[in-house]
């Protein structure tokens, strides 16, 4: 009978009968926890760090005590959370935004990437989309029914965005970009000029952007962060999905955001309950609470700013890897084709380490050859300094093993 479902669900992993390789699908990432391993592969700053700022916590015990969060909110979000981040963002990229026309809050930004390209995509559109970069961006557009067209990015320009990589696959059936920015899994933040002629390209042939910035807040040497949907021309055809788990470490609360121009949100506004439901009454008390103390980012961000450091100077002298210095975020991208496959070191410093790391495969074509690692868990800068030390003790181990000279 299974194979009366729909023909685009057939190759997801994580399922009872697929192998799994990815952390993090299926039950892996259980057992694996369960048996003591330690997890790099979770794209959640501090995992497994038990703490809550105390500014959300008090506000959740509060709310618990009234009860009044055993109720659903607007389908499209609680309004108080909706002017506090119209707020931010007009702060932060200097954007009008009503708070009532041009932001749904989503339950979390997986639900929200998938809901901004699937009133778009019908079958045999083609979607541009740079590798490596978020799993889901490929996925997603399958799923939705598109066709995913790698664009490759390459380490030679920092993976910038190069338009010429995006002009040779253009065709009459192209209908959107989706890009990651800052990136995931390299943390790349596409500088103006990458942007500028993107968004050139894009109006010139009439395409849609999706632009998710799930990793917007954290971003390192006073880079600029500029959001696409800022530069003129670009509201009208770009959608932003946003999200308070990396940030601002509160994956488990499950809360994101869309945000769009009118005639977009009128269609998404009307087909949440739909797709989406409504998200956690709870959950969104916990994101204005964290939206209102801007102590937490300030905080987090002197610490993973640390965490990257330490990362890039541990990664970057391991004999045969190649590390870049990550320009924001929580994620580290190494190149260690030296070694052998993503899946064969993987696998080695799984068995040999007991560190779960991702492979590089799902994030692209460009991923063959690397490990994504993110540096920023535990809850102690000794601990993420411990593990990454594992980590090269293990693979120049592997190096001696493959007759490499050091
Ligand atoms: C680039 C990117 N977008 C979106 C998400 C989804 O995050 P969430 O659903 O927790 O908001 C992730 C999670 O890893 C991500 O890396």
Redesign the pocket.
Known sequence: MKNKMNARFHNLQGGLFSKVTKADVGENSGRLMEQGYTFMS???PFFPDPSLPESIKQVLIDEINQGLVSHYTMPIGNLELRTLIAQRLKKKYHVDLDPTRNILITP??????IYAMMPFLQEGDEVLIPDPS?P?NFLDVQLCGGKAIHVPLSPKNNYQLDISEFEKRLTPHTKMVVI?HPN?PTGTVFNRQSLEALCHFIIQNDLILIC?Q??EDHIYDQLEMIAPMSIEGMFERTVT?F????GLGL?GF???YLVSNDQFMDVYYGGTVNVLGATNTLAQKAAIAALKDESILQRYHQELFIRRNDAYEILSSIPHVKAIQPESGILSWIDVSKLGTSSEVAQYLLEHGHISVNEGTPYGYQGEGYLRIVHACFDSRQKAIKALQTIKDCLIQLGKEKGLAD
């Open positions: 979770w794209a959640d979390g930004s997986d639900s929200g990437l978020y889901s990651t995931n998710d799930a990793f999905v999200s308070i788990s990396k994956s499950r809360v994101g």
